[in-house]
């Protein structure tokens, strides 16, 4: 990250004071990323980020009381949220699709080495979403195991109303971004610029009501099942 920029702010949000003392050791280790306050429940978290404003909010899943799924759709409504990255263990995946389709940027597994964790807090903190690798195919098998009929269609009922919004070409974004493309490969896939892209992904996000590209590709994996 650019040396002039002020530090990213962090708040840690984890019920285990052990785990945010580990976390805060190895992220205030970083010249670019600071911890600014920390929680042990999803009440405290909301108080604090509405206190401290920061950048980015690791917050565990399962917090007795309100648990991170529902702290992170309430700090999502705030007009200008924070990026929140999960923290997470292989058993929470329906809470991690939860999260991601409220608008958290990604997930990681507590167990992820240091060095990824900061990764992942840089990329949150750019707005740019993050997988775990070793945990996205739990997810993906989450999003997409069975589900009763009626589940099914009312989400795809749901997705599709949303999408009917779009543009061709827009729909022809989400879609490419549902494949997990970037803005260079959507521009050689579609034939058109880069700023192009960037345009129609700023459209999605103004019609679709969404904060990342996330839950535009929930979106249309929804309207697509």
């Known amino acids: 990250m650019d040396s002039e920029r002020e530090p990213v702010r962090v708040v840690i949000v984890d019920d285990e004071q052990l785990v945010r003392l580990a976390l805060r050791l190895?992220?205030?280790?970083?010249?670019?990323?600071?911890?600014?306050?920390?929680?042990?429940?999803?009440?405290?978290?909301?108080?604090?980020?509405?206190?401290?404003?920061?950048?980015?909010?690791?917050?565990?899943?399962?917090?007795?009381?309100?648990?991170?799924?529902?702290?992170?759709r309430e700090l999502l409504t705030r007009p200008a949220p924070p990026r929140v990255l999960m923290l997470t263990t292989f058993d929470s995946d329906d809470l991690v699709l939860g999260a991601l389709r409220a608008g958290a940027l990604g997930f990681v597994l507590k167990d992820t080495p240091p060095a990824r964790i900061l990764d992942a807090v840089r990329t949150v903190a750019d707005g740019n979403p993050v997988l775990s690798p070793a945990a996205t195919a739990r997810v993906i098998a989450a999003a997409t195991g069975p589900r009763s009929s009626e589940a099914r269609r009312s989400s795809r009922e749901a997705a599709r109303q949303q999408l009917s919004a779009l543009s061709e070409r827009e729909l022809d974004t989400a879609r490419a971004i549902a494949d997990g493309l970037g803005n260079p490969a959507i521009a050689e896939r579609l034939h058109i610029s880069i700023a192009t892209v960037k345009a129609h992904t700023g459209n999605l996000f103004a019609k679709l009501a969404v904060e990342n590209r996330v839950q535009i590709a929930l979106l249309v994996r929804d309207a697509e099942e």
Do not use: H, K, N
Request: aromatic share 0%.
């Open 26 to 72: 190895v992220i205030d280790g970083e010249p670019d990323l600071t911890v600014v306050a920390e929680a042990a429940g999803g009440d405290a978290a909301i108080t604090v980020v509405d206190e401290q404003r920061p950048d980015v909010v690791l917050m565990d899943i399962r917090m007795p009381g309100r648990d991170g799924l529902s702290t992170t």
